[in-house]
């Protein structure tokens, strides 16, 4: 109860009359204890009542009541059911874009802008001016606004390193040879040619996807499989001069 207004009698005499309101919508045994009355504003208070749903553990009714000014007969103005100490509660909300994980995309799925992600960087050098920075995107026939960042760069590298296009792999760990001297391993261009490149093995169940130097299947160009010398049977021999007698 709020220190700066008095408890009003009127209304706190109304606490059958706010149960009342409660029993015409809940349940049938829904409506518990009456805890008390808490005063909002002046004459304008709230009965709480213990809700005994099964459905909702730790909930309160909660019963606004109020009345005009000399007036001695509250009216009621709303019901609710507020959350109480230990009320079962969902959980808090979490944005799209930071829900989001990778694998969730799917067809005519778009991802939110991130406009200052670390991952990326302008693809050319931004002079602060809207317009001219347009034009030169035009005019160089750059394309794309943003590429990645050192920092973009490095978490793609880690991150495929570290998973099924890397070394580690168990594909790539029962491997007979490398990706680097397959026929079929395309380089990437730019700063992570040195490490990664693509498969172009439809064979392999690498095709058309990233792979570091050092990964490995066994689909690889240079490989054979062990081929175990032919089987050779002996000719048979016939004894021309040899009689088998049958009783």
Known sequence: MSAAVKTDTTLAAAADQARASLEGI?????VGDHLGLT????????H???????????????????????GKVATVCETNL???????????????????APGDIGPGDVTPLIVDDPLLEAGF??????????????????????????????????????????????????APAPCATCGFFLPMAGALRAVFGVCANEWSPSDGSVVSLDHGCGA?????VDKP???????????????????
């Open 82 to 100: 507020v959350p109480g100490d230990g009320a079962l509660l969902s959980p808090s909300w979490v944005p799209y874009a930071e829900r989001l």
């Open 229 to 247: 010398e032919p089987e050779r049977v002996a000719p048979p021999l016939v004894d021309d001069y040899r009689l088998d007698v049958t009783p």
């Open 220 to 224: 690889h160009s240079e490989v054979d």
């Open 26 to 30: 809940a349940e049938p045994g829904a």
């Open 125 to 174: 050098e931004a002079t602060g001016d809207e317009d001219v920075d347009q034009l030169a995107v035009w005019e160089l026939g750059l394309g794309r606004p943003r590429v990645l960042s050192a920092e973009g760069r490095e978490a793609a590298a880690s991150r495929w390193y570290a998973g099924g296009p890397g070394p580690s792999a168990p594909m790539a760990t029962k």
């Open 39 to 46: 005063m909002v504003d002046e004459r304008l208070g709230t």
């Open 48 to 70: 709480h009542f213990t809700c005994t749903s099964a459905a909702y553990p730790g909930w309160l009714w909660a019963v606004t009541v109020t009345r005009v000014p000399r």
